[in-house]
């Protein structure tokens, strides 16, 4: 403990932190102050007065708010006085005066901290009999958020936080005195991505989630604490179901990811689950050239005979396998099993030609954890929007940023944190490697920003794409560079929930389970001692050399594992000409989607919450996931899919339990070893593990290295990149987000528009590598010039495909 003070609370000494607040020291030790407006992850304000206590420093005791003291040495508390009890009881009467008392209609009945302590620390009763103020009731303040105006406290904890913490101030206090409201601005709704959290923070039920509102009371949910599905950040959620209907997602306080916080994806994402869409029992497709439904066990047998014909004719290489980064790191390691040991191939990928090598995803050398952003010198972010792509990753970013960091973001246009960044630096799409030796060289309007990076450290890089048309080797040109500045430490990013698991469990063709690299004849060795199968040495391809070799018909079957790369894959008309060229296409999925509508089986695949396992965030952290619901029909854990579909083969993975996959994972894969199931679900690692773990080792440790990208341009470059809400298939089957998605839109550089003579709103075709796409025009003076902007994965968004330059027509 740094600089420790003893101070005594209620008449016991304690040691506790010099400068922690009064109200933190007393909860530490173990006596609550109750409390409204602080929140441990915002600034103190000493708004609601609910804390008071009796403070005495040696002159006399003095009435104080214990949210914004803090300690010294020698300090008395006393939070149990008969002067704090009265100050107490006085603070409450206040705050009931205008509050509705009803509860029983109220969302937050029974869980609510106003009802819990008008209980233990009002009067009893209320003096006051005159008229309650009144407000229409509730307003819809954003899609997502309703407001009940009369049952606002004036705690101040949601304008707070969109302020302080997401950076959307978007909802204020107006008016004055008894009728003071919190409001949002004229024709400017709460459209922030962090709405949710708001619902969480409020001490009453003033504000509301439109998903969850009157649908449960608290007392008629399970809950199980999990790892949110959404992205690679890793957040720790309560996952909250009734009759077997999951109902809402609640942030968890987990120091190293989220802290608490959530984005609305994250928070509102459970839709899907309980979707009437989902797939309830195998499909096969019949001579007519239409689905089917038809039993586990024929459903196995054709596709075990299929498979056989196939690898008989063209061999183990004639087979391979897309996806796995939306599961378990149990389900990503039987799907590799089933691939590499039992079929015998090493085509297989879980990124869908959107991400980065996976080596160095995997490996990469000096690695980053999301806890260095705090303590970090300057952070350079040269990858995607991280409001769009991980926004817990961004509250994190900007947190840092306001508490001191120099942060410099790298990127086309406009980012989240432009508003809090120390420089900003914008290009081109095709010219990153030119502004990336101009900020190697310290030369011109750079020569700042490389001053801060080499005097300022320690330097935390967050490295990715920042678009789908960019060089994915300038990444690991950026990574080289910041590896190379002092104290420099790298965070690669990608976008996929569980990439990084099953990146680690093999999903890779170059990589073998436990960050091994394929070329390794002693990993391989290993490897096939343990699985008693010999690995193939063969190179694979990746998702892109996947969709090729079957256009080329010299792959012939492929396993789609929770994989959509019709919509996913940049180039979409090259995937979906893929799987049409296919002679057999295995989907396990929960849903028909726009790529297993083209398989030949469909197999109904348990999802989040209704399977247990365990994923790896983009730090390497390991982290259970729990179950809750049942799956739907004759729904199953993909693990016991893979298990049935090598029984066909005549094989064995010998699973019979995530845990005891698991147990497997532990003893198999070097970077997990000694991991345990119940280390991760009752002990120390309950925050989860980083891998590799103190018993663990890592094979592969990655250096990166810039070979040299080249610099390419455009007279009209497009950059494609992900927004928050889109078309894909969780937010599609989800009734809050499927409204949400922006849908297709090109965004021009004013310059650039008056050049083409692209009013806003005009329509106009924007046309690609891949095809073309029509859409409405809007104007964005942030966007580097002689760029347009298309947000992939849009309704009605056309395959563009991911070549750099693209054509730009007006149609009116």
């Given amino acids: 403990m740094p600089d420790p003070v003893k101070i005594t609370i209620d008449g016991v000494e304690h040691e506790v932190p010099r400068g922690e607040l009064v109200i933190q020291a007393a909860q530490d030790t173990g006596t609550y102050i109750p409390r409204f407006c602080w929140h441990p992850r915002m600034k103190p304000v000493g708004m609601c007065r609910m804390c008071l206590v009796e403070v005495d420093t040696g002159r006399g005791p003095v009435l104080t708010t214990s949210c914004t003291l803090t300690c010294s040495e020698g300090m008395a508390v006393d939070t149990r006085s008969d002067t704090v009890k009265k100050a107490q009881e006085g603070v409450l009467e206040f705050l009931l005066i205008n509050h509705p008392l009803d509860c029983p209609v109220c969302d937050r009945g029974g869980e609510c901290p106003l009802q819990d302590q008008t209980m233990a620390y009002g009067p009893g009763e209320s003096r006051f009999v005159e008229e309650k103020r009144h407000f229409e009731k509730p307003i819809e303040i954003s899609e997502l958020v309703l407001l009940d105006r009369e049952r606002c406290i004036l705690c101040a904890r949601c304008t707070r936080f969109s302020d302080e913490v997401s950076g959307d101030p978007l909802i204020e206090f107006q008016d004055r005195g008894a009728y003071t409201q919190v409001l949002t601005f004229p024709d400017e709704p709460f459209k922030s991505y962090f709405s949710g959290n708001t619902v969480q923070i409020c001490p009453v039920g003033a504000l509301t989630a439109k998903p969850y509102r009157f649908r449960a009371r608290p007392w008629d949910l399970e809950a199980v604490e999990s790892t949110c599905p959404h992205c690679p950040v890793g957040c720790r959620i309560s996952v909250q179901a009734s009759q077997n209907q999951v109902l809402r997602f609640l942030g968890v306080d987990n120091e190293p990811t989220n802290q608490g916080w959530l984005c609305d994806k994250g928070r509102f994402g459970f839709e899907y689950i309980g979707s009437p869409e989902r797939l309830t029992a195998p499909l096969i497709r019949n001579d007519a050239g239409e689905f089917e439904e038809t039993s586990w066990a024929t459903a196995l047998e054709v596709t075990g005979q299929w498979l056989q014909d196939i690898i008989a004719e063209s061999g183990p290489e004639a087979v391979a396998g897309l996806g796995g980064a939306r599961g378990t790191n149990e389900d990503a390691y039987s799907f590799g099993k089933l691939l590499r040991g039992v079929i015998g191939t090493n085509h297989i990928d879980a990124q869908l030609d959107d991400g980065l090598d996976p080596q160095f995803l995997a490996a990469v050398t000096p690695r980053a954890a999301i806890p260095d952003l705090d303590t970090a010198g300057t952070i350079l972010l040269w990858g995607p929007d991280l409001k769009e792509e991980l926004p817990v990753l961004y509250l994190r970013v900007r947190r840092a940023a306001q508490e001191g960091a120099n942060l410099i973001v790298v990127h086309p246009r406009r980012t989240g944190l432009h508003d809090v960044a120390t420089h900003t630096v914008s290009y081109a799409p095709g010219r990153g490697s030119a502004t990336l030796s101009e900020l190697r060289a310290g030369t011109g309007e750079l020569a700042a920003i490389k001053t801060l990076l080499m005097e300022s450290g320690p330097v935390v890089g967050l490295v990715g794409r920042t678009g789908y048309t960019e060089d994915p080797l300038l990444a690991e040109a950026v990574a080289a560079f910041v590896r190379d500045l002092p104290d420099g430490t790298i965070l690669p990013l990608a976008r996929r929930s569980n990439v990084y698991g099953a990146l680690d469990m093999g999903l890779a063709p170059s990589l073998l389970p436990g960050r091994a690299a394929v070329s390794s004849q002693d990993a391989r060795m290993s490897l096939s001692a343990e699985w008693a199968t010999p690995i193939p040495e063969f190179t694979g391809r990746d998702a892109a050399g996947i969709v090729e070799a079957l256009r080329e018909r010299q792959i012939r079957a492929l396993f789609l594992f929770g994989a959509d790369p019709v919509r996913d894959v940049p180039d979409q008309p090259a995937a979906r000409q893929a799987l049409e060229a296919a002679n057999l296409v295995v989907a396990i999925d929960q849903f028909l989607t726009d790529s297993s509508r083209m398989a030949d089986v469909v197999l109904p695949a348990e999802g989040f919450a209704e399977v247990e396992g365990t994923v790896t965030n983009l730090e390497g952290r390991v982290?259970?996931?729990?179950?809750?619901?049942?799956?739907?029909?004759?729904?199953?854990?993909?693990?016991?899919?893979?298990?049935?579909?090598?029984?066909?083969?005549?094989?064995?993975?010998?699973?019979?339990?995530?845990?005891?996959?698991?147990?497997?994972?532990?003893?198999?894969?070097?970077?997990?070893?000694?991991?345990?199931?119940?280390?991760?679900?009752?002990?120390?690692?309950?925050?989860?593990?980083?891998v590799p773990a103190e018993t663990g080792e890592q094979p592969l440790r990655y250096v990166p290295v810039d070979i040299g990208v080249p610099v390419r341009s455009a007279r009209l470059a497009l950059h494609s990149a992900r927004t928050l809400y889109d078309d894909g298939v969780h937010a599609r089957f989800g009734l809050s987000l499927a409204q949400l998605a922006p849908g297709a839109t090109a965004f021009l550089n004013p310059d650039d528009a008056a050049r083409l003579g692209v009013a806003d709103g005009a329509l106009v075709r924007i046309t690609g590598s891949a095809g073309s796409a029509e859409m409405e025009a809007r104007r964005d003076p942030t966007l580097a010039p002689g760029t347009v902007y298309v947000p992939f994965n849009q309704e009605d968004g056309g395959d563009i495909g991911d070549g750099l330059e693209v054509k730009l027509e007006v149609l009116s």
């Fill in 623 to 690: 982290q259970k996931v729990a179950q809750l619901v049942a799956g739907p029909g004759q729904s199953r854990p993909p693990w016991s899919i893979f298990e049935d579909l090598a029984g066909t083969l005549g094989s064995s993975l010998g699973a019979v339990s995530a845990e005891a996959i698991h147990k497997e994972i532990a003893a198999v894969v070097p970077a997990y070893r000694g991991i345990t199931w119940e280390q991760l679900e009752w002990g120390p690692g309950r925050e989860g593990v980083v």
